[in-house]
């Protein structure tokens, strides 16, 4: 969802002094078609976890939600119920983290406009405001070196998993602990015969919260730029 040239191409570079500051060269739908495709099974899972970090306005996120919601449909087309819950299970399963506070606003808004067209829902329903919840816990604005928030608090990440009938649950984790994990999993690693849910507790959990709750936590600020973020 790279916004457009003039000449009709996308618009891989916002400016060259944010691209000496940071990076910034957004990645063409193409080549981020083709990278997806490397992992092609786990992209057209509904609850596999993707995490970008440094996700910019989303190029990887949307494509990744498109494939998981073509994967709703084909499993869950017929049930409205259970589509509309499976495609904000999606959307939980999709994390990202991004320095700039444009490409923040413009990742989440990308993001709940797919989710609400395939939905056809708007600002005024529930599946459309716990979407808007969910991005705006998901996809943070952040430094995914410092491992801190743009308000200088350790990131963390909620677990979000489908209970069933209408009901979701979440748990946090700090983002630092996460990155462990993989240590952790190491053969011969000392820790290596414990569980996981040993050694990564998690900060906070939740009651289950069925998509109401979740709508209720909700601030739209502004319906016409869908500007997303938490109470
Ligand atoms: C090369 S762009 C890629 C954007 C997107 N992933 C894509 O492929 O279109 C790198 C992005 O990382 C962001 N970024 C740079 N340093 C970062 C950091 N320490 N933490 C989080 N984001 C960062 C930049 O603002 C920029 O949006």
Same mark, same amino acid.
């Given at each position: 969802?790279?916004?457009?040239?003039?000449?009709?191409?996308?618009?891989?570079?916002?400016?060259?002094?944010?691209?000496?500051?940071?990076?910034?060269?957004?990645?063409?739908?193409?080549?981020?078609?083709?990278?997806?495709?490397?992992?092609?099974?786990?992209?057209?899972?509904?609850?596999?976890?993707?995490?970008?970090?440094?996700?910019?306005?989303?190029?990887?996120?949307?494509?990744?939600? #498109?494939?998981? *919601?073509?994967?709703?449909? $084909?499993?869950?087309?017929?049930?409205?119920? !259970?589509?509309?819950?499976? %495609?904000? /299970?999606?959307?939980?399963?999709?994390?990202?983290?991004?320095?700039?506070?444009?490409?923040?606003?413009?990742?989440?808004?990308?993001?709940?406009?797919?989710?609400?067209?395939?939905?056809?829902?708007?600002?005024?329903?529930?599946?459309?405001?716990?979407?808007?919840?969910?991005?705006?816990?998901?996809?943070?604005?952040?430094?995914?070196?410092?491992?801190?928030?743009?308000?200088?608090?350790?990131?963390?990440?909620?677990?979000?998993?489908?209970?069933?009938?209408?009901?979701?649950?979440? #748990?946090?984790? *700090?983002?630092?602990?996460? $990155?462990?994990?993989?240590?952790?999993?190491? !053969?011969?690693?000392?820790? %290596?015969? /414990?569980?996981?849910?040993?050694?990564?507790?998690?900060?906070?959990?939740?009651?289950?919260?069925?998509?109401?709750?979740?709508?209720?936590?909700?601030?739209?600020?502004?319906?016409?730029?869908?500007?997303?973020?938490?109470?």
């Amino acid at each position: 969802m790279t916004p457009l040239a003039s000449n009709g191409s996308e618009r891989l570079v916002k400016s060259r002094q944010r691209v000496a500051d940071h990076g910034e060269v957004f990645t063409p739908e193409p080549i981020v078609d083709a990278m997806l495709n490397l992992v092609k099974a786990e992209t057209e899972r509904i609850d596999s976890r993707f995490l970008e970090t440094a996700c910019g306005s989303g190029n990887f996120l949307v494509q990744v939600l #498109r494939r998981k *919601l073509a994967a709703v449909e $084909t499993k869950f087309g017929t049930s409205e119920f !259970e589509k509309r819950h499976y %495609a904000l /299970l999606g959307i939980m399963c999709i994390y990202g983290i991004e320095l700039l506070p444009d490409n923040i606003v413009e990742c989440r808004e990308n993001m709940l406009e797919i989710l609400s067209d395939y939905l056809g829902v708007d600002e005024t329903e529930d599946f459309f405001r716990a979407g808007a919840f969910v991005l705006s816990q998901n996809i943070v604005h952040g430094d995914a070196l410092t491992m801190l928030t743009s308000d200088g608090q350790p990131i963390a990440f909620a677990e979000w998993g489908y209970l069933g009938k209408g009901k979701f649950q979440r #748990r946090d984790f *700090l983002f630092d602990t996460l $990155t462990q994990s993989a240590a952790f999993s190491v !053969e011969g690693n000392l820790f %290596a015969d /414990l569980g996981m849910h040993e050694i990564f507790k998690p900060l906070k959990s939740y009651a289950a919260m069925s998509v109401s709750d979740l709508a209720s936590l909700a601030v739209v600020k502004s319906v016409a730029t869908l500007t997303t973020d938490t109470a």
